[in-house]
């Protein structure tokens, strides 16, 4: 573990409010996501349901906006039991358990509501099992939202005119052979960097989820939006095995139980962000291109999910999710 991400994690333990300090035990929770943020504000939620269940034996302190560090750095942190609760997208995860590959696939989901009822259903708590070989405990899944492309050069209605255009992509080999697999050029790039390469023609566009197009203000370099939906990756709420293992069983099932009521509070949350984000958007002159034939996109997926979903097990879950009705 890097030093000072380690030395991170124990000065903002240090630095816990006095109320924290009321309860028996305080689990550290990290997000990289700001103060009021729909996954912070469901985990603070768990939090009050985990203090009053306990009778003041278990709180939750969350340490937002990456203050504990970046994703990488706070999985391992959790790993080692320095942090004790941790968000983050399966993403991060795909090298680490083989299981999250299959959420993070290209159109692998058909919607929001159909990615809900695979990961409350017998997959997601499969994926949630596969946890704990790697010293954690998985315990919900958040939203992320659907991720579709936007570019400043003209609306994509159909495959073809995705032909030759730039796109950023996470630094993803997975999400860089979707993209060449749909006829287009992928650019992986850093978040930040984003905006200016629209800007400035490095890039046409990019793809991201309504919150983060509208809150990056990349709608004002690239006005073309489709709701393609090709990526719908849930988040994933942990917990280090080392801290779960120091709770009675008692308290393990009220941490359980707390985490999954929490999932309901931050999907509300999630949906009204989605609509506002929508709306400023549309009222700032974006174009939205909803009426798109997505079947030659999901074909064109067939060489990506050769390569990706390789053994038995995977290909299981696959064909599990596709059932799902």
Known sequence: ?????????????????????ACETTLRSSDTHPDGYPTVVAVEKMGELLKERTDGRLCIEVFHSAQLGEEKDT??????????????????????????????????????????????GPVGQQILDAFADHDLI?????????????????????????????????????????????????????????????????????????PSYESSGHFEVAKYYTLDQHLIVPEVLVMSKAAFDKLSPEDQEAVRQAAKDSVPVMRELWAEREKASEQKVRDAGAEIVTDIDKTPFIEAMVPVY??????????????DIQATE
């Open 138 to 210: 998985g315990l919900a899944f958040y939203d992320g939202g659907s991720r579709s492309f936007y570019n400043s050069e003209k609306p994509i209605k159909s495959m073809e005119d995705l032909a030759g255009m730039k796109f950023r992509v996470m630094q993803s080999d997975m999400f860089v052979d979707m993209v060449s697999a749909l006829g287009a050029n992928a650019t992986p790039m850093p978040y930040g960097e984003v905006y200016s390469s629209i800007q400035t023609g490095v890039i046409d566009g990019a793809e991201n989820n309504w």
């Open 75 to 120: 999985i391992e942190q959790t790993q080692f039991g320095v942090i004790d609760m941790n968000r983050v997208s399966l993403g991060p995860f795909n090298n680490i358990i083989e299981e999250t590959q299959v959420p993070s696939l290209p159109y692998i989901f058909r919607s929001t509501e159909h990615m809900h009822k695979v990961m409350d």
């Open 306 to 319: 050769e390569k990706y979903v390789t053994s038995d097990k995977l290909k299981k879950m696959v064909e």
């Open 1 to 21: 573990m890097k030093l000072k991400t380690l030395t991170a994690a124990l000065l903002a333990s240090a630095a816990m409010t006095g109320a924290a300090f």
